[in-house]
């Protein structure tokens, strides 16, 4: 009996060490764990809302949530920008698990107060404004009703699903709508610090995070500022519509000039480096897919042939140049395959103005490159600049009999130049740039010392 209670009395101590074991374990890890479950992300932007802003955002909620943050803090300092890209950022941070507090610092005007609103809460600095987000054109000048109406609906919906007053939302973009008699007839909605405050837009002013944290009363965390990776970086640039813009320029540029000068293969060379470096963000940010590249190939494929293969600009060369506009196109709009019942009007506006600016652009280029290349010291360096003038010396030859008018037949292929057959005689020949194949016939319009300009013959 008395080997049974001492048997009972060891367990029951062994128990209670144990137990003092955990609980003393917890305590000590207490801190970590309540610095893990308060382990607050940090997100900036500070400039225009564009696909580099989109792409930003997907990568940096995609990293918090893979370091498990409790908390998401956007920093936001814009004045607006791209419609569809805002939308995109509106819809992930609705999506998102995590809470995202927007942090207005101290602009979040037009785009920026959709993505704003999106947010499950607002802190604003002293000074700070939210609104004016009345959708315009890239010149300035306000969209047509059917945007502002598309605009106000995004807007209402977003304040919807945070539990905000729609109509101030929507008040942002249509001046029709009046809030209170403190707002400016016949001007959109604007809110300062104070008064998102007052109307339940913003859930306080602060100076920084720490103060956000301070009224959410979180007091042990660590904050993680978001950095992107030097390739991040580097695609972000790319995906910048005016570097765009320049690649496209360089792409159609290069495909002039190779259709200028057959077989220089430089400005080809550039061309595909430039496409390469247009369409590697586009699909890495997941707008271009991979039947859009594949049609913008064909056109190179067909423009090659063009070049290469059947000199000149015919069938194949209209087509080629169609599909790699096409593609262009169809990379920078966010559509599913052929349907476009997403994408609003003012996104096929601004593609069709980017690729109009990248054509005159190219041809701007062209018309000012050239001549500046041939005054330059380079290609004088590499080119033949001795002039065999009559004063030195040398005459030029000039054919005794006038073959103006004459038929002949190619002997060699002219691409322009060759050589052709007339009355059994072989004479050096140019054509007006078009292609002539080995033994069609040729007719004589000109005669340029020894020298025959020919067309093919009409029959």
């Known amino acids: 009996m008395k080997n049974n209670r001492l048997n009972t009395t ?40 564009n696909p580099p802003a989109e792409r930003y955002v997907k990568l940096a909620l995609e990293t918090a949530k893979t370091q498990k943050a409790s908390l998401i803090i956007f920093e936001l300092d814009t004045y607006g920008g791209r419609v569809d890209n805002a939308d995109a950022i509106r819809t992930m941070l609705l999506q998102c698990e995590i809470p995202v507090y927007a942090f207005i610092n101290p602009n979040a005007a037009s785009a920026g107060a959709l993505i704003a609103i999106a947010c499950d809460k607002i802190y604003m600095t002293e000074g700070a404004t939210i ?34 007053n729609p109509e101030i939302a929507a008040a942002m973009v249509d001046e029709k709508i009046q ?38 009363k979180i007091k042990k965390y660590t904050l993680e500022h978001y950095q992107q990776s030097l390739t991040e970086q580097i695609i972000a640039i790319f995906l910048n519509p005016f570097v765009s813009g ?13 259709f200028k000068m057959p077989g220089t293969a430089f400005p080809l060379i550039v061309a595909l480096v430039a496409s390469a470096l247009y369409f590697t963000p586009y699909y890495l940010h997941g707008l271009a897919q991979y039947w ?26 209209l087509s080629g140049l169609g599909l790699m506009l096409s593609g262009l196109f169809l990379m920078m709009i966010k559509n599913d395959g052929f349907d476009f019942s997403n994408i609003i009007l003012m996104d096929i506006y601004n593609s069709l103005l980017v690729i109009f600016i990248g054509l005159v652009g190219g041809s701007i280029f062209v018309a000012t490159a050239i001549p500046k290349l041939l005054r330059s010291r380079r290609f004088k360096e590499i080119s ?32 322009p130049s060759g050589k052709v057959m007339i009355e059994d005689t072989l004479y050096d020949a140019t054509t007006r740039g078009d ?25």
């Open 10 to 49: 060891s367990t029951m101590k062994n128990r209670m060490i144990f137990l003092l074991f955990i609980l003393c374990s917890f305590l000590g890890f207490y801190p970590l764990i309540s610095q893990a479950q308060n382990k607050v992300f940090v997100m900036h932007w500070a400039d225009e809302i």
């Open 131 to 164: 609104g004016a987000a009345t959708v315009v054109t890239q010149d300035g000048t306000k969209a047509s009703g059917k945007y502002q109406s598309y605009m106000v609906e995004k807007m209402r919906a977003t304040a919807e699903a945070n539990k905000r």
């Open 179 to 216: 809030i209170d008699s403190s707002q400016q007839k016949g001007k959109v909605l604007t809110l300062t610090t104070e008064r998102a405050i007052k109307m339940g837009y913003a859930e306080g002013k602060v100076e920084n995070i720490k103060d956000i944290l301070a009224q959410n």
């Open 246 to 258: 320049i690649l496209l320029l360089l792409i159609l540029g290069g495909i002039y000039f190779e």
């Open 292 to 317: 859009e590249l594949l049609v913008f190939f064909c056109g190179m494929i067909l423009l090659a042939i063009e070049i290469f293969v059947t000199p000149g600009f015919g069938v194949l060369g």
């Open 384 to 415: 033949l600049q001795n002039v065999m003038d009559r004063a030195q010396g040398y005459s030029s030859g000039s054919l005794s009999k006038n073959l103006v008018g004459t038929m002949g037949e190619a002997y060699t292929v002219l691409r």
């Open 435 to 459: 292609y002539i194949e080995q033994g069609e016939k040729v007719e004589v319009i000109a005669q340029e010392g020894v020298s025959l300009r020919v067309k093919k013959a009409e029959f």
